[in-house]
């Protein structure tokens, strides 16, 4: 079992993310590519919880934040996603749970940020219609995290998630 952190050492790293060199390698990629889905995922490792790595908000407070219109955000985030840089599951209407790769970015504890954090165990059907696909996108999330592959433009099977070689 872990002890309990010290509230004046959680504080020298309230604003610490790490990022690995896949992350790097990842947000180079989306700036080429899709500078605003770059915006996007930063803003997400940002945020995320240190202990899960996911955030669930609403496509309001992420428009919001970024300055965009919520269709902007459900664009980007679902391409995100076609592109297996998160894995995105509904929690409630406009709201999603996001995932970023662990092997990517890490986000320690904040205190003093402007959204709160909340620590929540979600429960999600993982065959409704809008989360039709969850096993598949968390099975790919897994694979890319053992290694296989480390960035975007796979051919996958989009059923199955299996990486075609």
């Known amino acids: 079992m872990q002890a309990p952190i010290d ?12 990022v690995y060199p896949k992350g790097w390698r990842r947000l180079r990629w989306l700036i080429q590519t899709n500078p605003t889905a770059a915006k996007l995922y930063s803003w997400i490792a940002e945020h995320m919880d240190p202990d899960g790595g996911a955030l669930v908000v609403s496509q309001v407070v992420m428009a919001e934040a970024l300055g965009v219109s919520e269709i902007t955000v459900r664009r980007l985030t679902k391409w995100l996603e076609e592109n297996h840089v998160m894995v995105r599951v509904r929690v409630g209407s406009g709201v999603y749970a996001y995932a970023l790769d662990p092997e990517e970015v890490w986000r ?19 065959k409704d219609r809008h989360n039709a696909q969850v096993v598949r996108r968390i099975r790919m999330m897994m694979k890319e995290a053992a290694g296989e592959p480390e960035l975007p433009g796979l051919d996958c099977d989009p059923e199955t998630g299996e990486i075609k070689e």
Do not use: I, P, Y
């Not at 509230?7 to 790490?18: P, S």
């Open 108 to 126: 320690a504890w904040d205190t003093t940020k402007e959204h709160a954090v909340f620590r929540t165990k979600t429960l999600v059907k993982k």
């Open 7 to 18: 509230m004046e050492e959680e504080r020298k790293n309230r604003d610490f993310v790490q």
